[in-house]
């Protein structure tokens, strides 16, 4: 759903619009040949709903054929330092709602909100933004948080995905390895969403390492790609691209995870011009990859 915004033409929040605006939303997302969806936190908080709305949303997603396997949330970080009290309680509503919902997924990070540099910003990722504290107790304190809410999700059959973002406790393959290493619990799993950091204007590892590094700790998987260019004077620039091009090769990256057990669901995403159309090309790639690894076993 991040094709849509939050926020509607007139400033006020999707959170508190009419069903009817969801429903439309939606139906583009059917219209395009989904029949899953994650409502994803950026464009409504689900968990946030009232039992007659969160009703209201199940019966839309029921008449347009369209699942919840999964919940994503967005810069609603556990270790927030104002509001991450706040946000580990909304997290323990997300795992409860994704439970009352059917799905089995959940995405949590610990990437904070977007600066104002970065709202300006044409690609808000060409700015520097909110980075974690190189502070052992608050890693600490993000460890023991997150470990919190997987013996939640355990009760409630809910596998979370921590999702790899820049400047974060998962901000790089290694950093991500060991955190979840460290939460050490069988309910937590890493989002390998490299597109997040194939993107940035700076150096960062290949692909394929990172891919190779994470692959047995992976999870649901947020996938999207980007153009990446490195210039021998040090500039770097990107631009979003469909999976089938890019930098990342996502034919590549997803026959390794899939030979490593991977059985979880992909959510395609893509930023600029026709979002969501260029989500279902996602979809139909790896639709096509997996096909094809069908055959050959």
Known sequence: MIP?????????????????????????????????????????????????????????CTDLGLAVPAISTSRRSVIDPEHGDEYLAYSHRVIDTAAELGARHVSLGFFGPFTPAQQKALWFWTEQGVRNPDDAATRTLAVDRIRDLARHAADLGIQ???????????????????????????????????????????????????????????????????????????????????????????????????EAGFDSPFLVEHYGGDGLGVCAGNRDYIRQILRGRTIRT
């Not at 059917?30 to 969160?54: K, M, N, Y």
């Not at 631009?239 to 089938?244: E, N, Q, S, V």
């Open 4 to 60: 849509f915004p939050g926020r509607l033409p007139d400033g006020s929040l999707v959170q508190d619009a009419d069903p009817a605006v969801w429903a439309e939303s939606l139906t583009d997302v059917a219209d395009a040949g989904f029949d899953c969806v994650d409502p994803t936190d950026s464009w409504l908080r689900v968990a946030d709903l009232d039992p007659a709305r969160r009703a209201d949303f199940v019966a839309i």
């Open 160 to 258: 979370i995905a921590l999702e790899m973002y820049e400047d974060t406790y998962v901000g790089t393959a290694r950093d991500a390895v060991r955190f979840v290493t460290d939460v050490d619990h069988p309910s937590v799993r890493l989002n390998i969403d490299i597109g997040n950091l194939i993107r940035l204007h700076r150096p960062v590892d290949h692909w394929s390492e990172m891919i190779d590094l994470c692959i047995p700790f992976a999870g649901y998987w947020h996938v999207k790609n980007y153009y990446r260019i490195e210039d021998p004077s040090g500039l770097v620039m990107s631009h979003p691209a469909p999976l089938l091009g890019g930098t990342i090769n996502w034919r590549l990256a997803i026959r390794k995870a899939i």
